[in-house]
């Protein structure tokens, strides 16, 4: 069974970087079936796309947050890595790491249960 | 990017009874390989995101046949025909059509 667990600090501060990994179990990230993303979801807001990476190198980023995140992966250790830099308060949220079906991307098929991360002094 | 909304945003209802949400595109979900690219996940209390529905009409696996999805173009409505105790949570549509992925506001449903 795939399961998705992110990890990561609960608190950051503004202006610093926001740093997650997504670690992979019951599957294997370097699959050409799937792409991995990260979604976001402010408290007790909606949901927002990050960014999606593949497993070639091809990544996919939300034009909104494009300038200040970074996505990378680590097949050796089936994980897969979010970055956000000079985060606010705005950036607070629970961030959920997922699977996306490469035949249909929108495919959001397993998912994390998600961290959420404070920006706060 | 595109907008999607939703209607309504809130919906209570006794189980049992049927349920319908509308989502709306601000631009058509079809892409030129004949496919609609919405879909519909269902985000219990507590728990990520689930996906019930791909591309329009397709239940993903083990999600109850009582879910139904129909629509083209960009007008799309999820339909639930027996409300469940277990359906409660907030219904959001997506469309993957083109980058960024967006979603609607999503609709809270609650059983009275």
């Known amino acids: 069974q795939l399961q998705l667990q992110e990890s990561g600090p609960g608190l950051v501060k503004p202006s610093e970087t926001l740093s997650l990994t997504c670690t992979v179990s019951?599957?294997?990230?370097?699959?050409?079936?799937?792409?991995w993303g990260w979604i976001r979801q402010p408290p007790g807001k909606g949901l927002e796309w990050i960014g999606t990476?593949?497993?070639?190198?091809?990544?996919y980023y939300n034009p909104s947050l494009k300038s200040r995140v970074t996505i990378s992966m680590d097949t050796s250790k089936n994980q897969f890595s979010l970055k956000l830099s000079s985060v606010t308060a705005a950036d607070t949220a629970v961030y959920y790491c997922?699977?996306?079906?490469?035949?249909?991307?929108?495919?959001?098929?397993?998912w994390g249960q998600g961290t959420l991360v404070t920006v706060s002094s | 990017d595109f907008v999607m909304t939703q209607t309504p945003l809130s919906l209570s209802v006794t189980p049992g009874q049927p349920a319908s949400i509308s989502c709306k595109s601000s631009?058509?979900?079809?892409?030129?390989?004949?496919?609609?690219?919405l879909y519909w996940y269902l985000q219990k209390p507590g728990q990520p995101p689930q996906l019930l529905i791909h591309?329009?009409?397709n239940r993903f696996s083990g999600v109850p046949d009582r879910f139904s999805g129909s629509g083209s173009g960009t007008d799309f409505t999820l339909k639930i025909s027996r409300v469940e105790a277990e359906d409660v949570g907030v219904y959001y549509c997506?469309?993957?059509?083109?980058?960024?992925?967006?979603f609607g506001p999503g609709t809270k449903v609650d059983v009275k």
């Open positions: 997922a699977r996306q079906d490469v035949r249909a991307w929108g495919n959001f098929d397993y």
């Open positions: 019951g599957g294997s990230i370097s699959s050409s079936s799937y792409y």
């Open positions: 990476i593949y497993y070639s190198g091809n990544i």
């Open positions: 631009q058509s979900l079809l892409y030129s390989d004949g496919k609609t690219y």
């Open positions: 591309e329009v009409s």
């Open positions: 997506m469309q993957s059509i083109q980058l960024p992925f967006t």
